[in-house]
Nanobody, 125 residues
């Protein structure tokens, strides 16, 4: 599985960005997906996750109500709509795929098997 994240950039506080994660696998609809982020000097942090068919989602408290995760299985792409961005959202954002546990979605980076290369999001205050 190869994942390609895109859509990052520089935005002012209060603004919006939409991240995309394109997957190469034929079995994208069988894979639970998630976004993580890592700010400089900090550990990788869970953002949201989405089940293989998109019926279930799970958000970190820090982004709930501001971010929306979604996926289009026909396009083999996952999205992260980020609104009301704050300076503390500044980080490299990674998409990740969990191919071994199709029945549950996880917030632990240890349970994700494949990772994209990351896209930088910078929010200026």
């Amino acid at each position: 599985v190869q994942l390609q994240a895109s859509g990052g950039g520089l935005v002012q506080a209060g603004g919006s960005l939409r991240l995309s994660c394109a997957a190469s696998t034929r079995t994208f609809s069988s894979v639970n997906m998630a976004w993580f982020r890592q700010a400089q000097g900090r550990e990788r942090e869970f953002v949201p996750a989405i089940s293989r068919y998109g019926s279930s989602t799970f958000y970190a408290d820090s982004v709930r109500g501001r971010f929306t995760i979604s996926r289009d299985n026909a396009k083999k792409t996952m999205y992260l709509q980020m609104n009301s961005l704050k300076s503390e959202d500044t980080a490299v954002y990674y998409c990740a795929a969990d191919i071994l546990r199709p029945l549950t979605i996880s917030s632990s980076p240890r349970e994700y098997d494949y990772w994209g290369q990351g896209t930088q999001v910078t929010v200026s205050s």
